[in-house]
T-cell receptor, first 114, second 114 residues
Framework: AQSVTQLGSHVSVSEGALVLLRCNYS??????LFWYVQYPNQGLQLLLKYTTGATLVKGINGFEAEFKKSETSFHLTKPSAHMSDAAEYFC????????????FGKGTKLTVNP | DTAVSQTPKYLVTQMGNDKSIKCEQNLGHDTMYWYKQDSKKFLKIMFS???????INETVPNRFSPKSPDKAHLNLHINSLELGDSAVYFC?????????????FGSGTRLTVV
């Protein structure tokens, strides 16, 4: 079984500052890991994913995440926050089987202050 | 050319009514899912179908009945609606090769029971 813990339900940063959203996972098998973003009243958009290969994954809108197996972490970062980054961010995990479900963390709301 | 489309986008109904939400994907994916997002933004899997076969049925009241007429469609029928059913319902699909294709979500259906 898989589970995800996102540390911090709310994160507030200034525009131009580093964004760090934390995600730790639990999985009995090597996982697939995902970050999704949800803008107000919208659906879920995939930011990036880790499946195999390079552990530093680059996604859309300047975000990246690093898979650290020893720490069971998949933290999301962006060097410089923009006002348009304000949204809810979800970390998710799945197994590697054929039709595995996606298990989500509780989400982190990112606020960007001018 | 929407990848995963849900209808309706908004649904307001009275307690006790029966309603359906429809979902269609044109990605050729094998597996489709229904997720419920509650008022605290928590996303939880409800059902999953693979090629019209039910493969995941989480602890969901039996008032909820999914139906998959073919692998491109997954509908959700809800009987005797209750106030607690108010939520955003997301349909999603995934390809067998999830490492490359991941999961794709619809834009959601906001259900309000009054």
């Amino acid at each position: 079984a898989q589970s995800v813990t996102q540390l911090g339900s709310h994160v507030s940063v200034s525009e131009g500052a580093l964004v760090l959203l934390r995600c730790n996972y639990s999985s009995s098998v090597p996982p697939y890991l995902f970050w999704y973003v949800q803008y107000p009243n919208q659906g879920l958009q995939l930011l990036l994913k880790y499946t195999t290969g390079a552990t530093l994954v680059k996604g859309i809108n300047g975000f990246e995440a690093e898979f650290k197996k020893s720490e069971t972490s998949f933290h999301l970062t962006k060097p410089s926050a923009h006002m348009s980054d304000a949204a809810e961010y979800f970390c998710a995990v799945s197994g590697r089987g054929g039709s595995e479900k996606l298990v989500f963390g509780k989400g982190t709301k990112l606020t960007v202050n001018p | 050319d929407t990848a995963v489309s849900q209808t309706p986008k908004y649904l307001v109904t009275q307690m006790g009514n029966d309603k359906s939400i429809k979902c269609e994907q044109n990605l050729g994916h094998d597996t489709m899912y229904w997720y419920k997002q509650d008022s605290k933004k928590f996303l939880k899997i409800m059902f999953s179908y693979n090629n019209k076969e039910l493969i995941i049925n989480e602890t969901v009241p039996n008032r909820f009945s999914p139906k998959s007429p073919d692998k491109a469609h997954l509908n959700l029928h809800i009987n005797s609606l209750e106030l607690g059913d108010s939520a955003v319902y997301f349909c999603a699909s995934s390809h067998l090769d999830r490492a490359n294709y991941g999961y794709t979500f619809g834009s959601g259906t906001r259900l309000t029971v009054v």
